[in-house]
């Protein structure tokens, strides 16, 4: 019974693999043949096969995986071992895959060897790996951002990191350090918000990285197309523009301009 639904997982993956260009599947949805073959098989295609870990399989599996182009995207609650992370990153390099690391809870001062610790999340950083981060549910220091921020552009990764609430100053050094930097449009409440926007952008694309916009509640046309010329990334989470309406052609503006996947965590849209 068990090779049954082995063999019905494989057959549902491959099926996906043939008709859709990337996929993404947590690591309880199928077992390590069926993930080994669909990698192999999107990597064919030029496509992505983008496995999230959360601690089902050993290292020496994922490795296997990355190595086939599985682009693995793990966390510090699934992974919390610098020595793991180097492993899969060598692989992911093998594979021309990448590893993505969601750092979850806070950042401390501890020893190297704690996995809250900034000193780990740098170590992860310098490893090959892209480091993401968020402020939903706790305050970030500008300071050990930056940092990590250098920390991973120097070893060729990146920071990327989901910004809620009002604009912070020290968000333009963030950029400055090569971090990619997500924030929704509720983020611009005054116009000093709107005047620090625009550093923030500046900074982040003559570090070579960039600001994605996630428009929520909307925003004039002509401060969004502005925010566009300057260089930002603008992804759009309101219903679409009337065909009339002065926002459709930025809209469709906006839709053509693809944001690297690296840039974001899984999805582009999401805002974690």
């Not at 509640?217 to 566009?228: A, F, Q, S, Y």
């Amino acid at each position: 019974m068990a090779e049954d639904n082995s063999l019905g997982k494989l057959f549902e993956l491959l099926s996906r693999a043939e008709k859709e260009k990337d996929i993404t599947v947590r690591d309880d949805q199928g077992d390590f043949a069926a993930f080994l073959d669909t990698a192999k098989r999107c990597r064919a295609k030029g496509g992505r096969f983008r496995l999230i870990d959360t601690g089902t399989f050993s290292v020496f599996e994922l490795e296997w995986l990355a190595e086939a182009g599985a682009d693995i995207y793990t966390s510090n609650e699934a992974r919390p071992n610098t020595a793991e992370i180097g492993l899969l990153t060598r692989a992911c390099s093998r594979g021309d895959a990448i590893a993505a690391y969601f750092h979850q809870g806070p950042l401390t001062r501890n020893a190297e060897s704690d996995s809250t610790s900034l000193l780990f999340l740098l170590g992860i950083g310098q490893s090959g790996a892209h480091v993401y981060l968020t402020n939903r549910d706790m305050e970030r220091s500008s300071s050990d951002l930056a940092e990590l921020a250098h920390a991973c552009r120097s070893a060729g990764t990146r920071l990327v990191y989901y910004h809620h609430g009002r604009l912070a100053a020290g968000l333009e050094g963030l950029g400055r350090n090569g971090a990619w930097i997500h924030l929704s449009d509720s983020s611009l409440e005054f116009a000093e918000d709107t005047r620090l926007f625009f550093d923030v952008i500046e900074e982040a694309s003559a570090a070579g990285a960039g600001l994605v916009l996630h428009v929520e509640k909307g925003l004039e046309p002509t401060l969004l197309r502005d925010i566009m010329r300057a260089g930002a990334f603008v992804l759009f989470a309101t219903l679409p523009a009337g065909r009339d309406s002065s926002l459709r052609p930025l809209e469709q503006r906006a839709r053509r301009r693809t944001l690297d996947f690296r840039a974001h965590y899984l999805y582009p849209t999401f805002m974690p």
